[in-house]
């Protein structure tokens, strides 16, 4: 995903243009420039920096440089790194969430795939917390502290159905971002929580951020990414790897990875399971790692 926003998006007809790579170079640079050669609150926010630098690159780039383009087929298109303002000019100064905007039906046929989904996103969510811990903190998640995430996840989504939203749950770019920051005062997530709820009830702020072009986002997220991986791998080498924990790691990402990578695999199956384990390679590299957890005999000895 970090590489597809750093061409523009794979969506976008000028994807991996000169101008969505260059943008998101730049703002590659500045984050790097602000991470590493300067200290305290500047080093701290070298992520919201170069974002802020990739916004101001964007908005001179539409003075200096062409916004259209045009397709093989003859067909002008806007281009994808071209900042949207008429999206803010439209968007409301003010608006409060209507409660219940759609009507609350029980079926079981949505129920189920839904329930599986949020068991593994447990897990997931779980996950997210230790690369938060181990990264932000450099000390292993306490069980209270991993079982007050999940509970924050389902009382959160069913918040959010009250007011017609999708169900959410931990978002694994924040560990990347925890890692390269180290910043975990509450203080400061609080302050990010606010941010969001005023992008909820001001839909100019709200559009004024979604207007981000792919590769400004693309610029930040490619190190973001990567540190997910980094987090991944130190709590897995933390314990000594044992044959029966490299079978459950290596299984786990080899489905994970293979079903993420090439989703038209699942072609044949039922629907359900197309929109559980097509989407992502998280749900059935979870699934899989529970499985064989359970089922794999244990190596007293080794372990």
């Known amino acids: 995903m970090g590489v597809n926003s750093f061409g523009g998006g794979n969506a976008a007809k000028d994807f991996g243009s000169a101008e969505n790579l260059l943008l998101a170079v730049f703002v ?3 984050i790097l420039f602000f991470k590493h050669w ?3 609150f500047l080093s701290s926010s070298s992520i919201l920096i170069g974002i802020v630098a990739g916004y101001l690159a964007a908005f001179i780039m539409g003075f200096v440089l062409p916004t259209t ?3 093989a087929e003859g067909a002008e298109f806007t281009k994808a790194w071209v900042l949207n303002w008429s999206k803010v000019a439209q968007a409301d100064w003010f608006a409060i969430p209507k409660l219940v905007p759609v009507k609350i039906v029980f079926d079981m046929r949505a129920i189920l795939p839904v329930l599986i989904m949020f068991i593994v996103t447990a ?5 997210d917390i230790s690369g938060v811990m181990e990264g932000g903190m450099g000390r ?3 069980d209270k502290e991993l079982s007050g995430g999940v509970i924050c996840d389902g009382l959160g989504s069913s918040f959010a159905a009250c007011f017609g939203v999708l169900p959410n749950t931990s978002f694994s770019q924040n560990v990347g971002l925890v890692s390269m920051t180290k910043v975990v005062n509450r203080g400061a997530l609080a302050t990010g929580a606010i941010f969001l709820i005023l992008c909820g009830l001001i839909p100019k702020l709200g559009a004024l951020v979604s207007i981000m072009p792919q590769a400004v986002l693309g610029g930040a997220a490619v190190m973001m990414f990567s540190s997910i991986v980094v987090s991944g791998i130190q709590l897995i080498t933390k314990e000594k790897m044992t044959p029966r924990t490299l079978t459950i790691v290596s299984v786990a990402l080899g489905v994970g990875y293979g079903m993420g990578a090439n ?3 699942l072609a ?3 629907q359900f399971f197309q929109l559980i384990c097509g989407e992502s390679g998280i749900v059935p590299a979870a699934f ?3 499985v064989l957890n359970v089922l794999l005999p244990k190596d007293d000895k080794a372990e």
């Open 28 to 30: 590659l640079v500045v």
């Open 38 to 40: 300067t200290t305290g």
């Open 140 to 142: 292993e998640a306490t």
């Open 288 to 290: 899989v790692a529970i």
């Open 263 to 265: 989703a038209s695999i």
């Open 69 to 71: 383009g045009v397709t």
């Open 268 to 270: 044949h199956t039922p």
């Open 123 to 127: 897990v997931e969510t779980v996950g």
